[in-house]
């Protein structure tokens, strides 16, 4: 395994801390040190507004002793400062009461990891500073030349990249080396408005390898036509409507589903999908996969936080649940086998048609392109969420919308899911496509 | 923390200071400060009866930035060695160089002395949580669970997690000022799922403030267990309310969720400046009805947003933000009050050293009116009187803001008909503020958990409403 660019005085600093824990009498001790490098710049209306770099070390230790567990973190690597904050983590689970289910997830876990190149690490070398300074002004540029007539307030631009690397070492054996890079740039667009109403919106990209980037231009556009799409929005009617949920908004209804299927949520009962594993909790149209091995995937990993090697599997398939986020000690908990307590990359099939296509098909009705607030009720699955969209007529994107809502319970909306567009996002971990649903509770005047 | 040398834990002198300084203002930059932070934080947590999990998290770093024209450089780094110190300026200072803020006008000024300005401190605390035993955070939160389970028999599952941290700062800014202080605090917060019969239901109450173990108390055990159980109990008996527009009654405390989504934020003074905010340009003029004056404080004793002082070194303050429903004061950072040409209002805040400042909020609170709570609810002919809240969100430009109730009741010929749960509710600030016509004397200060979040940074704040009424706003129901 490639350790190279985990410096060796980090490298070191794990290794120490793993055999001080073991000297000290823990049952088990799992490490890791953390490197991360992140650059951004920031420009506004042609000029740069701010750039920020910041270097960050840390050394993280899961300590297990005496059947007794907790989790310590410091950015204080000074060796003498590591030894006291040792000290104090065993006086801190000496407090606790014992839990037998807490232990290491074991080496039969942490076998098979993937040997594929996951394409995490960027070959190349980190963008220069020029270099971040002629995107954020390509993609101003493209976006005031989107700007047709209306009337422009402000226009934001943002171009960051981060690399880390780390080192994870357990003392049953466990030790795994990880790269990566992420890049981001993206693009806000304030236009003026009657009312005094300021519409702002915004568009993203982001990837793991500089060359997956979208053009700076197209950042830039995206989000000018956005922002245009937002002015003189008026209010909706209350009633029941067909709504299509755009990629970047559905992630959210995406996210709502899988915090139902966490360990912590489902052992405590605050989850309204207990008792559901084999069940249908959607229409046949939603099937989601954890899919840990996407080439250059936000959320591709070997091994999951607890050095659990990550496989491929499905969590819904057509509607029916097949499976849990558990990590080991929810898994024991529950009795039930361990998985991972998160997702890697959640990525749900998509259909065959793009968003036009969706739109088309639901004629007369709602295009929710964004949140805003609202929340859902893990334990009863309501929710209540205002939305940020446009009116559609005649199957075609209409007038925006402002200050609308979409409410119900999240079993009902998958059940109401008809289609899944083609168009799942690639600049996140959670390669979501668009939702067409059928009627669906909206609130207006 | 004040042990009488300068940033004395942090083991760096006034010597490498300066240098750090004069390199983050070495091509151009106007001003700057360094911001060193040591932040130690404990959590214990419960469930099934039982604490059998903990953490405990130390983070220690510098951030520097230089300032020039408005712009700003900032790097950061948890290594303070002079090496790195240094290497942190110079990333800082290149928002001054070629392709940056151009060469600005000649630094105002260049630490020669560094002085050490007094600090108050609002938030005494007699029993500071680094002293106490774990046994202490243990007994408390297992309290909490034996207590709410007397309290109510339908009760199947308990979580309670109890955090404290304390975070040491020394600012030294280019001006010689340099500021020393101690932020404790700590956040508390119990949920509850009970079931009768098929339904189930899920209760939470949080306690947040600027204070040390001594806080732990059986009062504040029997409080928070008795809301909870009292929220659970209504859950239980909770419909959906109706979808459409209908009146609003908020309820005194946490309601101020509702003045720090719809005018907090559009106040804040950077979003004014670069154009961003729809109240950009409306000083002194008429942004609210006459019963509204709002003032954002940092100066209420151990309350959760307290600030003895901000993180660009300025003391404490209150700022009136509007006054008898008239735009008065934007709240500023010093970018912004130069911008302004104003003082800071000591509203710069971050993070940690992590972060660069910004304008931020600390407690909003309405001022008390005239009304009786019982008059406005009367009032009401068919509405909802929102009690317990959830999170909350703006679109500053376009001014469109929305809030969580998790909790509140329908209001049936102005009477409490039967309670109302998961509710979003959503409406325009601007026009939200004008329309505000029944204004309670039960202001009430929230002691709740409630951070902010703004350009990626979270900060403690906090909240104060009187009981108010809306005449219509839209309710995320079913109908």
């Known amino acids: ?445 | 923390m004040t042990t009488g040398a300068f940033a004395d834990g942090f083991e760096v002198g006034p010597a490498v200071m300066r240098r750090t300084l004069a390199r983050a203002l070495g091509s151009g930059g106007e001003w700057g400060e360094i911001y060193l932070e040591r932040r130690e934080s404990t959590n214990v947590s419960l469930e099934e009866g039982r604490v059998t999990r903990a953490s405990h998290v130390v983070e220690r770093g510098a951030g520097v930035r230089a300032v020039a024209g408005g712009r700003y450089g900032y790097a950061s780094t948890e290594d303070l060695s002079p090496r790195a110190l240094l290497g942190a300026a110079e990333a800082a200072s290149r928002v001054s160089g070629p392709g940056g803020a151009g060469s600005g006008p000649p630094p105002r000024s260049r630490p020669r002395v560094f002085r050490t300005a007094p600090v108050a401190d609002l938030s005494p605390v007699s029993e500071p949580f680094e002293a106490a035993p774990m046994a202490r955070r243990v007994d408390l939160v297992t309290a909490l669970d034996v207590r709410v389970r007397a309290l109510e028999p339908r009760v199947t599952h308990v979580t309670v997690s109890l955090g404290d941290e304390l975070s040491e700062v020394a600012i030294a800014r280019s001006d010689g000022r340099v500021v020393e202080d101690r932020r404790p605090r700590v956040g508390l917060r119990v949920t509850c799922v009970g079931q009768d019969g098929t339904r189930r239901e899920q209760a939470t109450v949080g306690y947040g403030a600027r204070v040390g173990a001594e806080a732990l108390s059986s009062a504040l055990v029997e409080r928070l267990s008795a809301r909870l159980v009292e929220q659970l109990r209504a859950l239980f008996e909770a419909r959906r309310p109706p979808a459409g527009e209908f009146p609003v009654v908020l309820d005194a405390g946490s309601s101020g969720i509702l003045l720090h989504e719809a005018i907090g934020h559009g106040l804040e003074a950077d979003f004014n400046r670069k154009g961003t905010s729809i109240f950009a340009g409306r000083m002194n003029s008429v942004i609210a009805s006459p019963d509204v004056t709002l003032i954002d404080t940092g100066l209420i004793p151990n309350q959760h947003g307290a600030l003895n002082v901000d993180d660009e070194g300025e003391p404490g303050a209150a700022t009136v933000l509007v006054e008898r429903g008239v735009l008065r004061s934007y709240l500023h950072d010093g970018i912004s009050a130069a911008h302004y040409g104003v003082v800071p209002t000591g509203s710069a805040r971050r993070e940690s050293f992590r972060h660069p400042p910004f304008p931020r909020m600390r407690c909003t609170c309405l001022q008390a009116g005239p009304r009786p709570r019982d008059e406005i609810i009367r009032s009401v002919r068919r509405g909802l009187l929102a009690s317990a809240f959830g999170n909350g969100q703006v679109q500053i430009g376009a001014g469109d803001f929305s809030f969580y109730v998790r909790l509140g009741w329908w209001i049936e010929d102005g009477r409490l008909a039967y309670p109302v749960k998961d509710v979003n509710l959503i409406g325009n600030g601007p026009r939200v503020l004008a329309a505000i016509d029944l204004v309670g004397d039960d202001l009430r200060v929230d002691d709740g958990t409630w951070t902010c979040g703004k350009a990626g940074q979270s900060v403690p704040v906090g909240m104060g409403m009187p009981t108010v009424r809306v005449p219509a706003l839209t309710i995320g129901g079913v109908s």
Request: with cysteine; proline share 4%; glycine share 10%.
């Open chain 1, 1 to 445: 395994m490639r350790t190279s660019r985990i410096p060796a005085s980090l490298r070191r600093v794990a290794e120490r801390t793993l055999s001080e824990a073991s000297s000290r009498g823990a049952d088990a001790t799992a490490v890791a040190v953390k490197r991360s490098w992140q650059r951004s710049v920031e420009a506004r209306d042609g000029n740069l507004d701010e750039i920020e770099e910041s270097i960050s070390n840390t050394l993280t230790i899961r300590l297990f002793h005496h059947e007794r567990y907790g989790v310590f973190q410091t950015s204080d690597l000074r060796p003498a400062a590591i030894s006291r904050f040792l000290e104090r983590a065993f006086d801190v689970v000496a407090a606790l009461e014992a839990d037998p289910l807490r232990a290491l997830p074991g080496p039969a876990l942490y076998r098979g990891a993937t040997r594929l190149d996951l394409e995490l690490q960027d070959p190349l070398p980190p963008l220069e500073l020029d270099e971040l300074l002629r995107r954020v002004a390509a993609i101003e540029q493209a976006a005031r030349g989107a700007a047709e007539r209306v009337d422009v307030a402000t226009v934001a631009s943002g171009v960051s990249e981060r690399r880390s690397c780390a080192l994870r070492l357990h003392s049953d054996g466990f030790r795994a080396a990880s790269e990566a890079s992420v890049l981001h740039q993206w693009c806000s667009v304030t236009l003026r408005d009657t009312e005094e109403r300021r519409p702002l919106d915004h568009a993203v990209d982001g990837a793991t390898w500089r060359d997956r980037l979208e053009p700076p231009e197209a950042v830039g556009l995206r989000a000018m036509r956005r922002a245009r799409q937002r002015l003189g929005a008026s209010s909706l009617a209350t009633g029941r409507m067909p709504v299509v949920v755009e990629a970047r908004a559905a992630v959210r209804l995406v996210d709502a589903l899988l915090d139902a299927l966490s360990g912590p949520a489902l052992a405590q009962r605050r989850s309204f999908l207990v008792g559901r594993l084999g069940q249908r909790v959607a229409s046949g149209h939603l099937t989601l996969h954890d899919d840990p091995h996407v080439p250059g995937g936000l959320g591709s990993r070997r091994h999951d936080a607890e050095g659990m090697a990550a496989h491929p599997r499905t969590l819904i398939d057509h509607g029916v649940l097949t499976g849990l986020l558990l990590d080991t000690y929810h898994a024991r908990k529950l009795g039930q086998a361990p998985s991972s307590g998160s997702v890697s990359n959640a990525v749900l099939v998509p259909g065959s048609r793009d968003l036009g296509g969706l739109l088309c098909a639901v004629g007369e009705g709602l295009l929710v392109t964004g949140f805003l607030g609202g929340n859902v009720n893990a334990t009863t699955g309501d929710f209540s969420l205002g939305v940020v969209g446009s009116e559609v007529r005649e199957g075609v994107v209409s007038s925006a919308v402002a200050g609308a809502n979409l409410s119900g319970n999240l079993l009902e909306l998958f059940g109401h899911l008809v289609e899944a567009g083609n168009d799942p996002l690639r600049t996140s971990a959670m390669r979501i496509p668009s939702l067409r649903f059928c009627d669906v509770q909206v609130s207006g005047t």
